[in-house]
């Protein structure tokens, strides 16, 4: 082979390898498209079998399903006559004493012990509910006759065999989380990182000189002027030449409209692959920024909405960078002029440093978050010298088992094909609600056989603590509303929440969700605990959330009373970006595993384990997983906290005066069958509540009603329509149609 033909081979092997990666996308589309949908077909399974004459064999043909399949997803609709299964078990005892012992070569191993959290009480809210019965701790069977389910829960814990077989959770297939090991590996999981201390920063951030444009209407605000430019054709060369002509020195450009990086999207398969061949762009003064120093960063950022474009002038390098942002990062512009924008990042400035002396606005909320609450870590007492990072294992088993929001459409027959209307219950500045009390130190781990010799009185202060629980889950029977604790499931969505009585389910729960399920005030669900993590109380982010409730709550106030239209409405994006900076900084504490993009010439070799977002005829742009860095801000159990009380909080919320509770609010508070969606911090019903609002963080407020009789929608996109579609008639009619 000569060297002509071998280069000939090798732009022949460039072009197989594109259509590879084409045909490796299309084929992982497909799947995901797959898992979504046998996904739905689990969903809507389970919840035929609420319905008192579901039959297995007939949702068995109208699905496609064995009925095995259906009997495992939904075990109520088993058809095997109670007194059949009953002798079946009893043979298969039999059976069991019959078989000859075989010859004994060690000393048997006991099974681990679970114990079974106690049902905690508390008197039941005014709205009247059907009494169900309480949970009970079974006999070892396969399928627990009805009979048995119906006896009361013992007064205390007990300790109970785990089950042969667990009814499986219904959704595209069960995942397996993982579990603390025993002996010398389980101590890594009672451990802290070495060396590695949150500490209170003893230097003060620079500010960035900062623009904002729109790129649709070609108007630049700079400081208090406001001019025109001539973007071109919108590539990042052009703008940076058209920006930094009119205001030179610039270090950051916020896009307030116009979202240049979709420009010619059709032309691709995904809105990544555009997003990211925006960002590459060739341009003949411009080159992607790496940064140097603390501020070092890997190229741009590749994100469908708001990316991040960092570049710096390609003569020199090294000279200082520029950056091209979104404003959505902050706060959804929703139509306001450049100049508004710029005025809604001064207000909210201005609002922070009232708070703190040395406040200053980062590239993004995360970034600024995390920066502001550094600069409250105490310097007198126990926590003085700063917050000890968790071990990386530690880390690793908290991002696979603590979830975040919940997120859920709640399908017929649950609820009504037609629903009467569609009303929107949304919690203002939610997550501010539950920075009271957070985990502190090094965790203690609580086995099953410590949580069963624990007394009552202990183990329900355990629960009530800052704590993260394995648990082993039963829905009681007659359950008739929404699940209350998440299991986990392959496919998107992660996690879902049963609800079908007898549904049996392995999980991780705060200890917020695991009282909530032992002392609702409709029906106890058993609890199972298999072993827990239990840690100090404290307070680290108590200061933290209190000034920034104080700069919401000013900035909230100011866009009510000002009056000029605009200040106001500029108030009001500020308000709405202190919440993002609460928001994005407490998913920073998460310091999910790092995913990083690049860049490399096309023909050079990629780095390992990279997958590839798109390519032109120079770079092929990138990203992979770069594990766990070691960032002295990583605290997972900070931000796992907090989602697991805002979980709850959905479900149940107390109104208090002082210290006595005064009304109730959050789902449970709602008829069976009239909740159809869970988002984050709201939730959407068939109909108004009685939940009073005071305009303080955690309380309900009503942000939209469509009248009905509305359709139920299918998917969660169909649903955000009909949302936009009520909050426009409330607009309109107002809240007391």
Same mark, same amino acid.
């Given at each position: 082979?000569?060297?002509?033909?071998?280069?000939?081979?090798?732009?022949?092997?460039?072009?197989?390898?594109?259509?590879?990666?084409?045909?490796?996308?299309?084929?992982?589309?497909?799947?995901?498209?797959?898992?979504?949908?046998?996904?739905?077909?689990?969903?809507?399974?389970?919840?035929?079998?609420?319905?008192?004459?579901?039959?297995?064999?007939?949702?068995?043909?109208?699905?496609?399903?064995?009925?095995?399949?259906?009997?495992?997803?939904?075990?109520?609709?088993?058809?095997?006559?109670?007194?059949?299964?009953?002798?079946?078990?009893?043979?298969?005892?039999?059976?069991?004493?019959?078989?000859?012992?075989?010859?004994? &070569?060690?000393?048997?191993?006991?099974?681990?012990?679970?114990?079974?959290?106690?049902?905690?009480?508390?008197?039941?809210?005014?709205?009247?509910?059907?009494?169900?019965?309480?949970?009970?701790?079974?006999?070892?069977?396969?399928?627990?006759?009805?009979?048995?389910? $119906?006896?009361?829960?013992?007064?205390?814990?007990?300790?109970?065999?785990?089950?042969?077989?667990?009814?499986?959770?219904?959704?595209?297939?069960?995942?397996?989380?993982?579990?603390?090991?025993?002996?010398?590996?389980?101590? =890594?999981?009672?451990?802290?990182?070495?060396?590695?201390?949150?500490?209170?920063?003893?230097?003060?951030?620079?500010?960035?000189?900062?623009?904002?444009?729109?790129?649709?209407?070609?108007?630049?605000?700079?400081?208090?002027?406001?001019?025109?430019?001539?973007?071109?054709?919108?590539?990042?060369?052009?703008?940076? @030449?058209?920006?930094?002509?009119?205001?030179?020195?610039?270090?950051?450009?916020?896009?307030?409209?116009?979202?240049?990086?979709?420009?010619?999207?059709?032309?691709?398969?995904?809105?990544?692959?555009?997003?990211?061949?925006?960002?590459?762009?060739?341009? $003949?003064?411009?080159?992607?920024?790496?940064?140097?120093? =603390? @501020?070092?960063?890997?190229?741009?950022?590749?994100?469908?909405?708001?990316?991040?474009?960092? #570049?710096?002038?390609?003569? *020199?390098?090294?000279?200082? *960078?520029?950056?091209?942002?979104?404003?959505?990062?902050?706060?959804?512009?929703?139509?306001?002029?450049?100049?508004?924008?710029?005025?809604?990042?001064?207000?909210?400035?201005?609002?922070?440093?009232?708070?703190?002396?040395?406040?200053?606005?980062?590239?993004?909320?995360?970034?600024?978050?995390? @920066?502001?609450?550094?600069?409250?870590?105490?310097?007198?007492?126990?926590?003085?010298?700063?917050?000890?990072?968790?071990?990386?294992?530690?880390?690793?088993?908290?991002?696979?088992?603590?979830?975040?929001?919940?997120? $859920?459409?709640?399908?017929?027959?649950?609820?009504?094909?037609?629903?009467?209307?569609?009303?929107?219950?949304?919690?203002?500045?939610?997550?501010?609600?539950?920075?009271?009390?957070?985990?502190?130190?090094?965790?203690?781990?609580?086995?099953?056989?410590?949580?069963?010799?624990?007394? +009552?009185?202990?183990?329900?202060?355990?629960?009530?603590?800052?704590?993260?629980?394995?648990?082993?889950?039963?829905?009681?029977?007659?359950?008739?509303?929404?699940?209350?604790?998440?299991?986990?499931?392959?496919?998107?969505?992660?996690?879902?929440?049963?609800?079908?009585?007898?549904?049996?389910?392995?999980?991780?729960?705060?200890?917020? &969700?695991?009282?909530?399920?032992?002392?609702?005030?409709?029906?106890?669900?058993?609890?199972?605990?298999?072993?827990?993590?239990?840690? &100090?109380?404290?307070?680290?982010?108590?200061?933290?959330?209190?000034?920034?409730?104080?700069?919401?709550?000013?900035?909230?106030?100011?866009?009510?009373?000002?009056?000029?239209?605009?200040?106001?409405?500029?108030?009001?994006?500020?308000?709405?970006?202190?919440?993002?900076?609460?928001?994005?900084?407490?998913?920073?504490?998460?310091?999910?595993?790092?995913?990083?993009?690049?860049?490399?010439?096309?023909? $050079?070799?990629?780095?390992?384990?990279?997958?590839?977002?798109?390519?032109?005829?120079?770079?092929?742009?990138?990203?992979?997983?770069?594990?766990?860095?070691?960032?002295?801000?990583?605290?997972?159990?900070?931000?796992?906290?907090?989602?697991?009380?805002? =979980?709850?909080?959905?479900?149940?919320?107390?109104?208090?005066?002082?210290?006595?509770?005064?009304?109730?609010?959050?789902?449970?508070?709602?008829?069976?069958?009239?909740?159809? #969606?869970?988002?984050?911090?709201?939730?959407?019903?068939?109909? =108004?509540?009685?939940?009073?609002?005071?305009?303080?963080?955690?309380?309900?407020?009503?942000?939209?009603?469509?009248?009905?009789?509305? +359709?139920?929608?299918?998917?969660?996109?169909?649903?955000?329509?009909?949302?936009?579609?009520?909050?426009? &008639?409330?607009?309109?009619?107002?809240?007391?149609?």
């Amino acid at each position: 082979m000569d060297r002509k033909t071998y280069t000939a081979e090798l732009a022949g092997l460039r072009e197989l390898r594109t259509e590879i990666t084409a045909a490796e996308k299309v084929v992982a589309a497909a799947q995901k498209e797959l898992d979504k949908l046998t996904g739905q077909r689990s969903r809507r399974v389970a919840g035929l079998a609420g319905y008192e004459g579901a039959q297995a064999p007939a949702i068995a043909k109208a699905s496609g399903l064995s009925v095995g399949d259906v009997v495992r997803i939904a075990p109520l609709l088993d058809p095997t006559p109670a007194a059949v299964r009953t002798a079946k078990t009893d043979d298969q005892a039999a059976a069991a004493v019959a078989a000859p012992a075989p010859a004994p &070569e060690a000393e048997p191993v006991d099974e681990p012990a679970v114990a079974v959290a106690p049902a905690l009480t508390r008197p039941a809210p005014v709205l009247e509910q059907p009494a169900l019965a309480a949970p009970v701790v079974e006999a070892r069977t396969e399928v627990e006759d009805q009979a048995v389910a $119906e006896q009361p829960a013992p007064a205390v814990a007990a300790l109970v065999v785990p089950a042969a077989s667990v009814a499986p959770v219904a959704a595209a297939g069960p995942r397996e989380l993982p579990t603390l090991p025993e002996g010398p590996a389980g101590a =890594r999981f009672e451990a802290v990182t070495t060396g590695l201390v949150s500490k209170r920063p003893n230097f003060v951030q620079q500010a960035r000189a900062t623009v904002f444009l729109d790129a649709a209407a070609e108007m630049l605000a700079v400081r208090d002027q406001v001019v025109r430019v001539d973007l071109g054709a919108r590539t990042p060369g052009e703008i940076l @030449d058209a920006v930094l002509h009119a205001a030179p020195g610039t270090e950051r450009i916020y896009i307030t409209a116009g979202a240049p990086w979709h420009d010619g999207a059709e032309r691709y398969s995904t809105l990544k692959d555009a997003v990211a061949a925006w960002l590459n762009t060739p341009s $003949e003064r411009w080159t992607t920024a790496i940064g140097s120093g =603390r @501020d070092k960063l890997a190229g741009h950022f590749v994100h469908q909405r708001q990316p991040v474009g960092r #570049y710096a002038p390609a003569a *020199s390098p090294d000279s200082g *960078s520029t950056e091209i942002r979104s404003m959505g990062e902050w706060f959804d512009p929703d139509g306001a002029d450049v100049v508004t924008c710029r005025q809604a990042f001064t207000l909210l400035w201005q609002a922070l440093r009232r708070h703190w002396d040395d406040a200053v606005l980062m590239g993004s909320p995360s970034q600024t978050g995390r @920066d502001l609450w550094s600069r409250t870590i105490p310097t007198t007492g126990k926590w003085a010298g700063g917050y000890p990072v968790l071990s990386e294992e530690l880390r690793g088993l908290l991002h696979a088992t603590g979830g975040q929001g919940r997120t $859920e459409l709640i399908l017929p027959p649950r609820v009504p094909e037609h629903l009467p209307a569609l009303v929107e219950y949304d919690r203002t500045f939610a997550y501010s609600k539950h920075l009271w009390k957070s985990p502190v130190g090094v965790p203690r781990r609580i086995t099953a056989a410590a949580f069963a010799a624990m007394t +009552e009185a202990e183990q329900t202060k355990a629960l009530m603590s800052c704590s993260h629980w394995n648990v082993r889950v039963t829905v009681p029977a007659g359950w008739n509303h929404v699940g209350l604790l998440p299991a986990p499931v392959t496919g998107d969505r992660a996690w879902i929440y049963p609800a079908t009585p007898g549904t049996t389910f392995t999980t991780w729960a705060g200890g917020a &969700e695991i009282h909530l399920a032992l002392s609702n005030h409709i029906a106890p669900w058993r609890i199972e605990v298999l072993g827990g993590l239990l840690f &100090e109380d404290g307070k680290p982010l108590d200061e933290w959330g209190k000034r920034l409730k104080a700069a919401w709550a000013d900035l909230t106030n100011l866009s009510k009373l000002h009056g000029d239209e605009r200040q106001r409405q500029a108030a009001y994006l500020a308000s709405r970006a202190v919440r993002s900076v609460l928001l994005f900084g407490l998913g920073g504490f998460a310091q999910r595993p790092r995913l990083v993009s690049g860049t490399t010439p096309l023909g $050079e070799t990629l780095p390992a384990g990279v997958e590839i977002l798109g390519q032109d005829d120079q770079v092929v742009t990138w990203q992979r997983q770069a594990g766990f860095s070691r960032d002295p801000y990583a605290h997972p159990e900070w931000a796992a906290y907090v989602w697991s009380g805002a =979980r709850a909080a959905l479900l149940d919320m107390k109104y208090r005066q002082g210290k006595e509770v005064i009304g109730y609010a959050g789902a449970l508070h709602a008829k069976p069958g009239t909740v159809v #969606y869970f988002g984050t911090d709201g939730i959407a019903l068939t109909e =108004r509540q009685p939940w009073p609002y005071r305009g303080e963080p955690g309380d309900y407020l009503l942000k939209g009603h469509l009248s009905g009789p509305v +359709e139920h929608p299918t998917s969660q996109e169909q649903y955000l329509k009909l949302r936009g579609l009520g909050r426009a &008639e409330l607009a309109e009619k107002g809240a007391d149609q």
